[in-house]
Every structure is written in C-alpha cells, then in structure tokens.
C-alpha cells in the first residue's frame, strides 16, 4: 500500500549465525512472504544465493538450505536504464567547498527485474527492489535464476528509465570556519519497466535500507487503461491543481508492441508470417496513446489526454499512436509551474498541450487543449503516408526558443528512425534469426525536422482562445534543404507573408543536400537518429546510427560483433542552415553540418569512403562532459562525449 515499508526478504536484523536456517524460517512464518506461491518461493531463494530446484509439483521447501556453488551473481542486462546517482549527504567549509566525498549510492535497473542500488564509495549493494508484477510473471520470474531459460525471451526485467527527485536540508555550522552538513530529506525515484510490463512505481529511499513504497500506476487499474510497455522516462514537475501546488510525474503513455513489425499501420491488416499477431489488424488506436500527470506522491491520475478521455482530461482525435519518450515540459512564464507540454509520437505527429495553473482554476479546466502542430506522416502534397512508412519519434522533442526581429516562436527539433527493428533494411544477406526475415526495400529517408511552433508566445494562450496559427500542418508546407536556398532565410520561415512552416533534412544527405542513401553508397532508411537530440550554442547535435557505418576498425565477421556505428551530426538552429549576420547561407559553417563522410578510413578498412565524426560502435547517445581547464574560472568549457571519445570544445 502507498507510503508501507516493501516488503524486506526476509525481514532483519539477520543473525550473526545459522543465516540459512534463518532466512528458510521466515519463507515460512514472515507476513505475505508466507504466502507467496511455492514456486515464487524457490525463485527468491535461488536469487538470495541458494540451490533450489525449481519443482512446480512440490509441496514444501527443501528442510535445509545449501548457497549455491555458482550463486546468482550475474546480473541482467542494463541497456536502457541509465544509472542515476543519489547524494544523501556531504560536509561544506566556510566558502562552501567539499571537505570530504559525499556520500552517494547508485541506482540502475537491470533485465533480470531488479532495481538495484548500490553504496558508490564501496560497491556495496544495499537494496534491490523486484516488482511483484515480475514475481508473478512465470516467465520474466524465471530471469531472477541463474541458468533458466525460455523459448519467449530474453527476458526484459526492469530496464525503463528511472529518476532521482531529492530535497536537502542545511545543518549549519556552529562557531567560524567549522563545517556545514547538507543531507537528504527526500529521496524519490521514479520510472518504469520498459518492456518487461506496463506500470510505473514510485518509491522512498531516503533509507535505502528501509525503502518505502509510494505508488504503483499500471494499465490493470481503472484509470490508466491506454498505458503501455513503460518506456516514457518520467518528468518531476510542479503544477497548480485544485488550487494547490502538487508535485507531478509526467509519462507518455507507452509502447504498443505491435510497432515491433516496421509495416504497422492503423486501421489496417498488419499480420505477416514474421509478425503473426493478429491482434494488431484493423488497430483503431495504439496503446499507449496518452499522456499522463500522476501525483507523485499518491500515484493518482491528476490529468491526462488521449483520443478520447474519461474523468480531468483533455482529448484530441489525432492522438491514436504510442508516445514513448519522455514528455518536454515547459515553464514558460517563469513561475516554477509547467504550462506547457510538447511530444511526438510513433505515428510521426507532435502535439503540444498547454495546462491552465492560474489561481482558482478548476480540476475540469486545468488541461486548456491538446493541439496537434504536425503531421510529418505525409508526403510533400500532404497526403498521408501508408504501409508503415510513417516516420517514428522515440526521442522527446527538442525545444529552443528564438527571436527574429519582432518575432519569437518556438522550434521544436525532431528526428526519427525505427527503433523497433533498427536493421530493418540491411543486412542484404546473413539475417538468420533477425526480423523482418527479408531486408525490406521500399523505405523511406529518415529526417531531422524542424517545426515552428507560432503560438507558444501568445499571452492569450492560456486564458484566452487565440486563433491558432501552428495546428495540423503538413509537409507540404516544409521546406526541404534549406542550406541550399539563397537570399535572406528568415523571410522564409518568420513574417507575415512567410510560406514555410518548418524545415527538414535527410539524415542520409551532405550538406549540398546531396542524397547518399541512393541504395549503393547507403540504403534508403538504413540510417536512424537514436537517443535524444541536444541543442547547444545554436545548434542541434542528433546522434544518428548507420548499420553500414564505416568509421570504426572493422570487425572479424567469423566473431559475434556489433553491427553499425553512430555518428554525430550538427544542424544550425534554428532554420535548420548556417547564417551569417544578413540572413544569407554561411557557407563555411555549413559545409560541416549533415552527413560528413572521409577518404581517411579506419586501418584494415576496404572502404573508398568512410564516415566521419564517429561516436562510437552500436546504438549510442551524447552527452556534454566537461574539459578541465587550467586557465581557471567558474564555468569550464566542455565537450560532446561519446563512448569513444570528446568532440570539438565548446564555449
């Protein structure tokens, strides 16, 4: 229940002796534990350390208990579940410096279904938490014991995205030049399970070893039914709801597992000998096709929108696809409450929902209106794209906002590709035990979009009804390449006669707009942006992966390896074009934005032309990491890293 101790196993304080006969006594007196089913019993054993056979016919527990010669110490696999840090506390001098090391654990999920937290000083693991929903799964409970397998796996365990909201108290010094002390008086953490269910916990570990329960939300409880696979990495915010100030979590709704085949559409007859589930045909709407603002202390559902919403929500028809990155949460006068909200989803749409936190608003009139600004699902005409050809936006959008002359507006930056089957088009041949069994050939380019949100500025936005200029356009009104116009490029984008709504560029093209994906350099949709974009000193870094990459030593085919790279790409903001001060291509600039590729390749590689600004091998992300500087001063320059090596330095 909300706010209880989880459930230890088993309970403590542990004896200083007879530790098995202990821990066996309590599988069979200990609340709850005790009644836990047989087989759930022998799985927590094995994952404690112990051999017990997994005998779904017994009747008892073996009478003694023996550790395992090779016991549970290797963990799942964490791929998706970044690990987080979290300070309990630290000492501070007079000028406010460290006196010592803080006192830190670390927090990560893994795929056998623990969230584990260790001391970071020590290694020392302090807790792990396995969800009940993975204990009564047959199947994701068989991953917390070493050795077993299933013909449905792997197994995906708790490999979601978990967040740290923390609150610090200051014990002062008592005489001149003593020491302060700094220590938590909250520590929450929030996320979900990605594919291994569809729920969201909360949990108080402000003693990690005596972690408390704050909520769970899953698609089994009435008010979260269009929930799916947990994949949306959770927003920590403040809103006024009711008239009082609530601390949020903010979630997309989820994955769909039907999105797994690349040819799923909506509406239409999907079921293939690779993809055979039948339940996807004639799919209305996806699950997952919500959004969702849960008070992050009780779990209640405080607001949310769909296609179609019961109880406080706002509903907007176009909303009928997965949204399963983490939502982009804007504060946009200032005052530390949320007002607006932008996302995109796997039906290649962005949404942005605006939220009324004006005093003595009611819970009814809090979601002011979801509005759809694009629909990049379609062709240069506006005509929808069929056949799952749609682009899929798995990242959360990146907002910047710019001024030009009078003007400001809002850029929201994009790029898409299909994380669901990344080797969907290549390789041509070797795709034994890979899905879809023949590469496809009919898909499209991937894109960086930039759509220009003219509204967000409105003072009447949120406590008027605006006219609308940003709603439901379409890629006709996009420009493609705009590096290769010339003239004044503002006028295109911002002014009263302005006739582009947004720009795009393929991730497979150079900076002349040249397209390499013409099936024999690249396949067409063989590149993919992958994690999250970052906009930096006015310019948009998308980490792009490419399963034909060249700019990494080649690997032994007769050895398991990884398959591609990704490379960094740069785009300037916020036309998607370098500027110079006229408004006019900066030609300099740009020639190192886009798809950058070398003669320069790699030892041993056979390659002519190789790919330039590597990241790293596989499915990678960036980060800004800070170069040491030894010219002094506050603020260091930093670095784009990856899991190679930094990129450039920036101011």
């Known amino acids: 229940s909300n706010g209880a101790n989880l459930l230890r196993i088993p309970e403590g304080p542990l004896p200083t002796t007879g530790v098995p006969a202990y821990v066996l006594g309590k599988f069979g007196t200990q609340t709850t534990l005790q009644d836990m089913p047989l087989l759930a019993k022998q799985k927590l054993l094995n994952y404690l350390g112990y051999s017990v056979a997994l005998d779904s016919a017994a009747t008892a527990l073996p009478s003694t208990l023996t550790l395992s010669p090779t016991p549970h110490l290797a963990m799942g696999g964490s791929i998706h579940s970044f690990p987080v840090q979290m300070t309990y506390s630290a000492t501070l001098d007079s000028a406010g410096n460290l006196t010592s090391t803080r006192t830190d654990s670390v927090l990560y999920g893994t795929m056998e279904g623990g969230l584990h937290v260790v001391d ?177 202390t009780t779990g209640a559902r405080l607001w949310w929108a769909s296609s179609s919403v019961s109880g406080v929500g706002t509903a907007n028809t176009n909303m009928t696809h997965s949204i399963v990155s983490r939502i982009s949460a804007i504060d946009g006068d200032g005052d530390g409450l949320i007002d607006n909200l932008y996302f995109g989803d796997l039906g290649g749409q962005v949404f942005r929902a605006d939220l009324n936190n004006t005093a ?114 379409n890629m006709s009104t996009f420009q493609k390449d705009p590096q290769t116009l010339t003239g004044n490029i503002p006028s295109v984008f911002v002014g009263a006669s302005a006739p582009r709504n947004g720009w795009y560029r393929s991730l497979s093209s150079n900076y002349l707009g040249t397209e390499r994906a013409d099936n024999s350099f690249r396949i067409k949709g063989g590149m993919k942006a992958f994690e999250e974009p970052v906009a930096i000193t006015g310019n948009l870094i998308v980490p792009v992966y490419d399963p034909q990459g060249t700019g990494i030593t080649p690997q032994n085919p007769c050895l398991p390896r990884v398959v591609g790279e990704t490379d960094r790409q740069r785009y300037c903001l916020p036309f998607g074009a370098c500027l110079n001060t006229n408004g006019t291509i900066n030609t300099t600039d740009e020639s190192s934005s886009g798809f950058k590729t070398t003669t320069t390749c790699p030892t041993g590689s056979t390659a002519a032309e190789c790919n330039s600004n590597v990241i790293g091998l596989g499915i990678v992300g960036i980060t800004p990491a800070p170069i040491e500087d030894t010219t002094g001063g506050a603020c260091p320059d930093f670095t784009i890293a990856g899991n190679s090596s930094g990129t450039g330095r920036w101011e």
């Open 120 to 296: 970071s000083a020590t290694g020392v693991e302090q807790m792990v938490f396995v969800p009940s929903e993975v204990l009564r799964n047959p199947v994701a409970s068989k991953a917390i014991v070493k050795g077993q397998s299933d013909n449905i796996s792997p197994a995906a365990g708790l490999d979601g995205s978990w967040v740290v909201d923390s609150l610090y108290t200051t014990e002062r010094a008592t005489s001149a030049g003593g020491t302060s002390l700094v220590k938590a008086r909250r520590m929450n953490v929030y996320g979900g399970l990605r594919m291994g269910g569809e729920s969201y916990y909360g949990l108080n570990l402000l003693d990690p070893t005596a972690p408390k329960f704050l909520f769970r939300a899953g698609r089994d409880q009435t008010d979260f039914t269009r929930m799916g696979q947990s994949w949306s990495k959770p927003v920590l915010a403040n809103i006024r709801y009711n008239n009082a100030i609530k601390r949020v979590m903010i979630v997309g709704g989820g994955y769909d597992q039907c999105y797994e085949n690349p040819q799923f559409s909506l509406n239409s007859t999907v079921s293939s000998t690779d993809f055979p589930d039948t339940t996807c045909n004639n799919k209305s709407a996806a699950q997952g096709n919500a959004v969702y603002i849960i008070d992050a």
């Open 360 to 473: 003595g608003t009611s819970t009814a009139n809090f979601g002011k209106r979801v509005v759809r600004l694009a629909n990049l699902a379609t062709d240069t005409n506006g005509a929808a794209l069929a056949g799952g050809k749609n682009p899929r936006f798995y990242e959360a959008p990146t907002v910047t906002i710019h001024d030009q002359g009078a003007t400001t507006f809002m850029l929201i930056g994009l790029a898409s590709g299909n994380r669901s089957t990344p080797l969907d088009v290549f390789p041509l041949v070797g795709r034994d035990g890979m899905k879809p069994t023949n590469a496809l050939s009919d898909r499209l380019v991937n894109n960086v979009y930039g759509v220009i949100d003219r509204d967000f500025i409105k003072s009447d936005l949120i406590t008027g009804n605006p006219t609308l200029q940003t709603q439901n356009i």
